[in-house]
Each structure stands twice: as structure tokens, then as C-alpha cells.
């Protein structure tokens, strides 16, 4: 980064501060948490020039995406704080989701950071959800590992390699089985297409065992 850029970016956030003050004096807003966040917020803009200079340099979408939802968590803490208790968590994880997509999306190559992405968008989901039904909460974490997975499978590491459909079959079916068992489907759409599939995978497994010759 240049000198012109680093005054440039400093001076930014020197007027971003003197503004932030001057709301809070006049409106009497408690926002000094979006003063702190600023620098965070700064710190990830270096990252992710940095990675916007030289894409080869991939990692840099990392720390930048992670400062980036620390920065989100601690301004909406101040200025939505009912909103950040129940998403905060969902911001967070969702940046730093998003840091391992992008990293996939500019370098197909690294297929592997469709797994870390994956994971962190379920426990993004997840953190959602209101708590009490851990039987659903753990069903939905083996789903959303389940489809990480079969996205993996789709890709051209997957057909080349068969090893991720495994996990995504073993994840996809315990977490059905865990959601099916909290009863968060009783008397609901998904619990009757759930159903319809079960009859229908078993009837044609019980058909094709008595048709086929040994």
C-alpha cells in the first residue's frame, strides 16, 4: 500500500470519527462502539486491498472477511442492539463464511475451502434458531455438513474422487433422522414429503429385491 493510499485511509476514518462524534453529541446516541469498530473495519479494508491488488494472494480474504464481521457485530451492537442479539452471531460467521466462498469462486483449485465455507454458513443458520429443540438444532448441523459435502461431490474433485458423497450420505441421512425425531415436522409440509419419500425409497427397494434375479 502506498503512502498516498495509507493518508488517504486514515484520513477517512479521521473524518468517519469526527462525524460519528458529532451524531452522538447531537443526538445523544450511545455509539462509541461504532467509533472502535472503524478499526476494525480499517483493518480489513488493508486485507482485502491487499487481495484486491494481487488475487494470488488469497488469504487476505480471510482476516479481512473476519475483522469485517467483528466490525458489523460490535456497530449493530450499538445501534440495533436487539437485532445483534439475535444476528450478531449470523453476521459474524457469515463473514468469515464468505471469506472461504470467495476463495473458492476467484481460485477453483482450492476446492477445500468449500468445506470451511460450508460449515460456517450451517453454524451461521443455525445460530438463528431459536433455542430448546436440540434434537433439530443437531439435525440441521449434519444436513448442512450433508450438502457441503454433496456440493463437493458435484464439483470436478468429486467426480473424479467419489469419497465426498460418503459424508454427505452418512451426514444427510442423520441429520433427516435426528429432524424427523424432534417432531419440529409434525403436522407440516416437509413432514409429509418426508414421509412420501421414506414409503417411496422403501417400497422400490422392497420391489427392485423381489423383481431382480439373483
Request: aromatic fraction near 14%; charged fraction near 10%; include cysteine.
Amino acid at each position: 500500500m502506498s503512502d498516498n493510499s495509507k493518508r488517504f485511509l486514515f484520513g477517512g476514518l479521521l473524518v468517519l470519527a469526527g462525524v460519528v462524534f458529532i451524531l452522538q453529541q447531537l443526538l445523544s446516541w450511545p455509539i462509541g462502539g461504532v467509533f472502535f469498530s472503524m478499526f476494525f473495519a480499517a483493518g480489513a479494508i488493508v486485507f482485502l486491498f491487499i487481495f484486491a491488488r494481487d488475487r494470488a494472494k488469497w488469504w487476505a480474504l480471510i482476516p479481512g472477511m473476519t475483522l469485517l464481521g467483528l466490525a458489523g457485530v460490535i456497530a449493530t451492537g450499538d445501534l440495533m442492539p436487539r437485532f445483534n442479539a439475535h444476528f450478531g452471531g449470523a453476521i459474524f460467521l457469515g463473514c468469515i463464511a464468505l471469506a472461504f466462498i470467495l476463495i473458492f469462486i476467484f481460485h477453483r483449485d482450492l476446492w477445500w475451502a468449500i468445506i470451511p465455507g460450508g460449515v460456517l454458513t450451517t453454524l451461521a443458520l443455525i445460530s438463528i434458531i431459536p433455542a430448546g429443540n436440540g434434537a433439530f438444532t443437531g439435525g440441521a448441523l449434519f444436513l448442512g455438513i450433508g450438502i457441503t459435502f454433496g456440493i463437493l461431490g458435484l464439483l470436478p474433485v468429486g467426480k473424479k474422487d467419489k469419497w465426498p458423497w460418503i459424508p454427505a450420505a452418512i451426514c444427510l441421512v442423520l441429520g433427516t433422522l435426528l429432524i424427523i425425531g424432534s417432531g419440529a415436522l409434525v403436522n407440516s409440509v416437509f413432514g409429509w414429503v418426508w414421509s412420501g419419500l421414506f414409503l417411496l425409497a422403501g417400497i422400490y427397494l422392497v420391489v427392485r429385491s423381489l423383481t431382480k434375479k439373483e
